[in-house]
């Protein structure tokens, strides 16, 4: 679902065209793609764009997300993602490819060591 919905990236700047699937712990799925803007700062990254649409409509625990190109390669989220992600869930299992195409996982704590919160957990 991440790389199809990468599909409908707005990317004319990088030309690259991320998508994000996000599965919520009620088991829906939400996806987000990456949207550029002219005044890069503004873009948006697919991640945080499947999390943010998932809390406009209520949801906001998360198992898993994936993250892939169009072209089926994996991608890391970025910082900025990461924390997002953390947000919500400091346990959520990133899933993307390797540079060889194989799947790999990891844990966002993993990703994100000593990551900042005012939540207490």
């Known amino acids: 679902m991440a790389a199809e919905t990468a599909k409908n990236s707005y990317s004319p700047y990088s030309r690259i065209k991320v998508g994000a699937a996000i599965l919520a712990e009620n088991g829906e799925i939400i996806v987000g793609t990456n949207v550029e803007n002219s005044s890069y700062g503004l873009s948006m990254c697919a991640e945080r764009v499947a999390v943010f649409t998932a809390v406009s409509r209520g949801i906001t625990k998360f198992r898993k997300i994936a993250v892939i190109l169009e072209n089926k390669q994996g991608i890391m989220p970025c910082g900025a993602c990461r924390q997002v992600l953390r947000e919500?869930?400091?346990?959520?299992?990133?899933?993307?490819r390797d540079n060889k195409g194989d799947i790999v996982r990891f844990h966002l704590a993993d990703l994100l060591p000593h990551s900042f919160t005012l939540k207490g957990d």
């Open 88 to 96: 919500f869930n400091n346990d959520i299992m990133v899933i993307t």
